[in-house]
């Protein structure tokens, strides 16, 4: 299984973050699928993830700025963070779970990552 990230890696104040992860060798319909983040100097966040069901779950603090979405034709799932501040620059990943799991350590498949920068 591999993930690939892309989007834009600036995005500025105010603005909504929209990154896509690609999933090949497996279907999304199977499995969770998570956006996980990482602040320069800090660690992991569990941000939120889909379900092989469509059913959506997220970190309760970043709960009224996210939403993940999917596209099962193109075996694509996306996120999108509103309102984004400075403090949403980051390295973004999507990664994959055989079970629900909000814990980084157990997800078994991961993109590479791609930096995303909020800065006007």
């Known amino acids: 299984v591999q993930l690939q990230e892309s989007g834009p890696g600036l995005v500025k104040p105010s603005q909504t973050l929209s990154l896509t992860c690609t999933v090949s060798g497996g279907s999304i319909t199977t499995n969770y699928w998570s956006w996980i983040r990482q602040p320069p100097g800090k660690g992991l966040e569990w941000m939120g993830a889909?379900?092989?069901?469509?059913?959506?779950y997220y970190k309760p603090s970043l709960k009224s700025r996210t939403s993940i979405s999917r596209d099962t034709s193109k075996n694509q799932f996306t996120l999108q963070l509103r309102s984004v501040t400075p403090e949403d620059t980051a390295v973004y990943y999507c990664a994959r779970s055989e079970v629900f799991t909000t814990h980084p350590n157990e997800y078994d498949y991961w993109g590479q990552g791609t930096q995303v920068t909020v800065s006007s």
């Open positions: 889909i379900t092989y069901s469509g059913s959506t």
